[in-house]
């Protein structure tokens, strides 16, 4: 057995198997051998991936991990088969469809443990807000983001959303304070 | 499910609330509509209440009493019989050896109640023969009672909470009422959207600061400089009511004396406020129809607290702004029965009911009353609390009973306070928590929690309530007034009670200030408002004084206002090059003094937990390349903590500010214990320190978890010696050191620490316990370093 | 039109006990006990900030596993679909979406595994340590009998629900507000610079009205 070091207890761990399985599609790199299976061993298309961080939440192991470097202004993720138990929770997290199971040996897991790949690791810019300068989420995550609300025809709120994607959700809760003290000045005043 | 009526046991704005109980455990508090609170509570009131369960979140209460047979021994549990009897031949041989004088006591402020409390300084007058007993009062409060008691005649707010919504002006001094006193900061709201005018004098933007009419951002230290200026103004400005100053104070020439040389225009280097803005807010003060000025910590834990305190009264008299509806003076309490604690006598000068010690009339009622000779009782005017350090170091104080406190952690200088307690020959704690002071007792009383027991506090603006047990004792626990009773009937001096009605009947039949107050008339929501005398009682509607002095009828011997006025001088120790900020403790709103009662309540933990903030503007932190969260070293002459820093527009540059709540980082490791010679109040708000950045923030977070979780283990091992070994060992088979994060967190942690003290059975267990895993770095973090040198990389975005 | 929960800061004494209210609220109702209210403080405001409940909800648009679903006039998020991707709180105009871990537990531990310093915003820095597996937006407190707990519980009676009537109180700034943001939003993220300029301006323009007696 691979050391297994337990992350977050949660609800995707505990809970009842999830149905994730979503249209593996025209993907690049090893599409071939590609399956949609609750388990197996994951697969990570850097193309597609936001560094949304989803599968690092929901992997148990830590397998999938990330880390903010402020100095050089990126996102490290991380993917260490090492310490993957092939359970396929990363693939049903993944909101862009960049994890993805291959299909695998009848030794799962414990097969990997003797033929390591080395870890995978990438990196994402870091976007920095508009209004106060510190990072708050990668340059591919908030364009990402961005590109779903302009989906969004004709919907005030969204554009709204989308004007405001450059801005972190700190200082977006700060102007909406000042926005509720501007309403309350309007109030004293006879 | 049922519900009982209880007082909170937090601030001392007295707010009445429903305790609900279901299977033996408190699931909820509701408001009541009290007549400070009108139904509504604040956090600490709302979620403050599951302490009473055991959670151990922090750490354990006590069920069993204990001793230590001799110095250094481990805590052994004990029979109430053994423990007591152990206690009464300590005190005994100690009095032999070194008089009564050397037994020094201290009341409990907090959930104990006004019964308790009474029975103590009964116990420590009728039969140690002493009046060596002093309350936390001292640590806060004591300058305004001994400014107040000179100047108008009574230590108490003269004024009634609810008379806050009513008046025409507030002025705040060194007040932080959205803080200390959410229910009262509440009424000050209310009292603006009225159409009061608000004036706060603080050197932070506090809330009332940020919605004021005028915001006096007075510096660091100068109350007094800029109490006179107001006052000067006043005269200067022929604002005073001429009539009252001579119809009802004494000495005002003596007082002009001092106060004409602070003019607001040559004070202004003191103060840093523009001369203009202080006229203004004098004008508005003593312009108003009514106002009340309130004050709290601000201006008492200063060396010049008491100073300031009269020179706070002399601005009401010589505005008339007292004795008439709406107006008077209001230091606002901070502990929920702490005005109670000076109610009933735990002051070394004051016997209950504010009756003077060396009073030989008072002497002898309370004499025939108690059954004592009358040379029993002493005329000498017993230590103060903050006394104790240099009583015990000149080997004065050998004993002391600790009930309900914890000076370990609410004192100033703890290293001080630390070498004080140990240099006792014995140490007794009467608690309901295993406290950082409890565990290093001789003996160990376990005593009925707040929810336990029925009792009368008394709220800030001198009401009496009622709280009622909305549970049973648990374990071994004592109601507090029994064991006194049981220690004194030990010592030679039988007491026997049957209930606390009996107790309050008797303290009522002994102050005629308090007669009135009977407990028909505070059953459900009722209050007794002192003074109430005897013919109150049988009126339903009479609730005693809610204003003092009416018609300007001074409670001083004369009956007359005095006015005493001081010079401004500078705090004792002032920033230098090496420590150039200066230190002032706050209030927590979430957290509430030593912290046992909300640190372990889960809503209020979860809220805010170690090491505490120590809040900067930002200027300082950027000088010192600090950033907002970062774990920083706080150091002064006295000892060195870690906080996390708070970056804060609302401060003002050249201070820093901390709760003093916390175990890890500890403001009272820095504190000055410089005290107000007059109240022995510590000079809390002024300690010149350094705040400065920690390069390995990682390391700081670990050393910071490792040092919490061994602080927990240690008090947890203290109190696992109260369970006998057949019950101790499941809890510790239950225990997965790696479930500990996972859990509600103190509990594993205790179990975790405590078998490995047992194991090893040293004085210091902490040292010698395995560091905790609880808290170990981040995973994904460290992994994430590594990986960085030698993984495989792929693509730049 | 949705209502959502308002905070006057003119009444707002920062004492926290809605957020305490809230996360005891949804805990004791076996929802993630992660209060959906923070509390902004600045020199001259003190706020409780939560979810507007938009009509057009951006969160909901962008969520990929259709875990965050309107009911009746709220929002409602699906804790057992939420996958934590936290696009909803990246695009919350108001930054009103919280990632919430399972149990309170985990909200004491956070501090100790507090990864990076404070040059990364909030979000970032809960990524990091991976605490979290769904987000909570306030839901009005659907759940409980007599609506939103933290306006029953604000002792200064600060927090209340918008309807339209109180809508129509603020209908100035509303308005200006949603011109200024839509205006400039239609024209793209480009424009993001005069729109907090724009902001800038109009709260300005609103301190020199005030100051005038």
């Not at chain 2, 369960?53 to 021994?73: C, Q, S, V």
């Not at chain 2, 420590?124 to 400014?147: E, F, K, P, Q, Y």
Request: aromatic share 6%.
């Amino acid at each position: 057995m691979s050391p297994v070091k337990p992350r977050v207890p949660n609800s995707i761990s505990h809970g009842q198997p999830r149905t994730p399985v979503r249209s593996q599609g025209a993907v690049g790199g090893s599409g071939a051998d590609r399956v949609s299976a609750d388990q197996g061993k994951p697969h990570h298309d850097f193309g597609r991936c936001i560094a949304c961080a989803a599968c690092a939440a929901a992997c148990d192991t830590t397998a999938i991990r990330i880390f903010v470097d402020e100095d050089e202004g990126m996102l490290v993720w991380t993917l260490d088969l090492y310490d993957c138990t092939w359970c396929g929770r990363c693939a049903a997290a993944c909101p862009t469809g960049a994890m993805g199971l291959v299909a695998g040996g009848a030794g799962g897991a414990a097969a990997f443990a003797d033929d390591p790949e080395p870890p995978k690791r990438c990196l994402f810019a870091l976007r920095e807000c508009a209004s106060c300068g510190r990072y708050y989420a990668t340059n591919k995550e908030v364009e990402y983001a961005s590109s779903l609300l302009e989906q969004e025809e004709g919907n005030a709120d969204a554009a709204r959303a989308l004007a405001l994607t450059g801005v972190c959700p700190d200082c977006k809760r700060l102007h909406d304070a000042k926005a509720a003290g501007r309403r309350a000045g309007m109030k004293r005043k006879p | 499910m049922e519900k009982h009526m209880a007082v909170c046991p937090y601030c001392g704005a007295g707010c009445k609330m429903n305790l609900v109980v279901e299977n033996g455990l408190v699931i909820e508090a509701e408001g009541l509509d009290g007549i400070t609170n009108e139904g509504e509570l604040c956090l600490k009131g709302l979620y403050g209440y599951d302490f009473i369960n055991d959670t151990r979140i922090l750490t354990p209460r006590i069920y069993h009493p204990m001793i230590r047979r001799e110095k250094g021994a481990p805590l052994e549990r004990v029979s109430w019989d053994e423990a007591l009897d152990f206690t009464a031949s300590r005190l005994r041989a100690i009095i032999e050896e070194s008089g009564s004088e050397a037994v020094m006591l201290t009341g409990s402020s907090r959930g104990a109640g006004n019964e308790a409390n009474y029975v103590m300084q009964k116990f420590t007058r009728a039969c140690l023969g002493t009046n060596n007993i002093d309350n936390c009062a001292r640590t806060c409060h004591a300058a305004s009672v001994i400014g107040l008691m000179e100047c108008v005649g009574s230590g108490a707010m003269s004024v009634s909470i609810p008379v806050l919504e009513r008046t025409d002006c507030i002025l705040l001094i060194g007040y932080n009422p959205a803080a200390s006193h959410p229910i009262v900061a509440r009424r000050i709201v209310k009292a603006k959207e009225r159409g009061a005018d608000l004036i706060v004098c603080d050197p932070r933007v506090i809330e009332s600061a940020r919605i004021a009419d005028l915001y006096l951002p007075l510096e660091n230290g100068s109350n007094l400089a800029l109490v006179n200026a107001l006052a000067y103004t006043i005269i200067d400005e022929d604002l005073a009511d001429w009539d009252f100053i001579d119809n009802h104070t004494e000495g005002f020439d003596a007082w002009w004396e001092v106060v004409q040389e602070y003019a607001p225009e040559d004070v202004a280097d003191v103060t840093g406020l523009a001369p203009e803005l202080v006229r203004h807010a004098a004008r508005r003060y003593a312009k108003a129809p009514s106002a009340v000025v309130g004050w709290g910590m601000g201006v008492t834990q200063h060396a010049q607290g008491v100073q300031t305190v009269r020179a706070i009264a002399a601005l009401a008299l010589i505005t008339g702004h007292i004795g008439r509806p709406n107006s008077g003076l209001a230091p606002v309490r901070g502990q929920n029965n702490v005005q109670g604690s000076c109610d009933m006598g735990m002051w070394p000068s004051l016997y209950p009911g504010y009756q003077r010690v060396d009073d030989p009339a008072v002497r002898a009622k309370f004499a025939a009353a108690w059954g004592v000779p009358e040379e029993r009782l002493s005329l000498q005017e017993g230590w103060k609390l903050t006394d104790l350090p240099h009583g015990v170091a000149e080997g004065k104080i050998r004993a002391f009973y600790n009930f309900g406190e914890d000076p370990l952690q609410t004192e100033p200088d703890t290293a001080q306070m630390r070498k004080t307690l140990e240099g006792l020959d014995l140490l007794i704690s009467q608690d309901i928590f295993m406290t950082q002071t409890t565990a290093l007792a001789d003996v160990v009383l376990p005593a009925t929690s707040w929810g336990e027991h029925d009792a009368v506090y008394t709220a800030s603006d001198r009401s009496f309530q009622l709280t009622t047990a909305a549970l049973l004792p648990k374990g071994e626990c004592r109601h507090d007034w029994e064991i006194f009773a049981d220690l004194s009937t030990r010592m030679g001096y039988p007491m026997h009670y049957e209930n606390t009605r009996e107790i309050w009947d008797e303290v009522r039949s002994l102050c005629p200030q308090f007669a009135g107050a009977s407990y028909e008339k505070m059953a459900g929501l009722g209050y007794a408002q002192w003074p109430i005398y005897a013919d109150a009682a049988d009126d339903p509607d009479n609730h005693g004084t809610s204003e003092l002095y009416a018609g300007g009828a001074f409670t001083t011997p004369d009956g007359k206002g005095h006015l005493q006025a001081a010079h401004w001088r500078p705090p004792t120790e002032e920033p230098d090059e090496r420590y150039p900020l200066v230190l002032c403790t706050v209030r927590e709103v979430g957290h509430y003094s030593c912290r046992s009662m909300t640190g372990n309540c889960k809503a209020l933990a979860a809220l805010a937990d170690e090491p505490g903030y120590v809040s900067m503007s930002p200027a300082d932190a950027e000088a010192r390349g600090i950033e907002e969260e970062e774990l920083v070293q706080v150091t002064s002459r006295r000892g060195k903590i870690v906080a996390r820093a708070a970056i804060d527009e609302r401060i003002n540059g050249g201070a820093v500010y901390m709760t003093y709540q916390w175990w890890v980082g500890k403001c009272n490791e820095l504190t000055l214990h410089a005290v107000d010679g007059e109240s022995g109040t510590p000079e809390d708000k002024y300690s010149a320190c350094q705040v400065e950045a920690i390069a390995d923030q990682r390391g700081a977070e670990e050393r910071l978890a490792e040092a919490y979780a061994e602080l927990k283990a240690r008090l947890a091992a203290e109190a696992d010696r109260q369970n006998p070994p057949e019950n101790a060992e499941p809890a510790a088979d239950a225990a997965d050191p790696n479930s500990v994060i996972l859990s509600e967190g103190g509990a594993a942690a205790v179990v975790e620490g405590s078998r490995a003290a047992t194991a090893n059975n040293s004085s210091d267990p902490a040292s010698s316990s395995p560091p905790p895993s609880a808290f170990a770095p981040h995973e994904a973090e460290v992994a994430g370093r590594a990986l960085y040198a030698d993984g495989e990389e792929e693509t730049l975005v | 039109m949705n209502r959502f929960v308002v905070s006057d800061p003119s009444r707002c004494i920062g004492c926290g006990a809605c957020r305490v209210t809230c996360s005891e609220a949804h805990r004791k109702r076996a929802l993630r006990p992660a209060s959906r209210i923070s509390l902004v403080k600045t020199r001259d405001v003190s706020a409780a900030v939560t979810c507007h409940q938009c009509e057009g909800a951006p969160c909901l648009s962008v969520c990929p596993e259709g875990a965050i679903y309107q009911e009746g006039d709220r929002l409602q998020v699906d804790e057992a679909r939420c996958t934590g991707c936290l696009l909803c709180a990246l695009v919350c105009p108001f930054g009103a979406v919280y990632p919430s871990s399972p149990s309170t537990a985990h909200v004491k531990a956070a501090p100790y595994s507090r990864a990076s310093s404070a040059r990364s915003a909030g979000l970032l820095r809960q990524k990091e340590t991976g605490a979290y597996t769904s987000v909570v937006v306030c839901d009005l407190c659907a759940k409980a009998p007599d609506g939103p707990r933290c306006i029953a519980a604000c002792p200064t009676k600060a927090l209340s629900l918008m309807d339209e009537g109180a809508l129509s109180h603020l209908a100035r700034e509303r308005r200006i507000d949603a011109i200024e943001k839509t205006n400039v939003a239609m024209q793209g993220t480009a424009q993001l610079a005069e729109l907090l300029a724009a902001e800038a301006a109009f709260e300005a323009a609103d301190v020199d009205e005030e100051a005038r007696p």
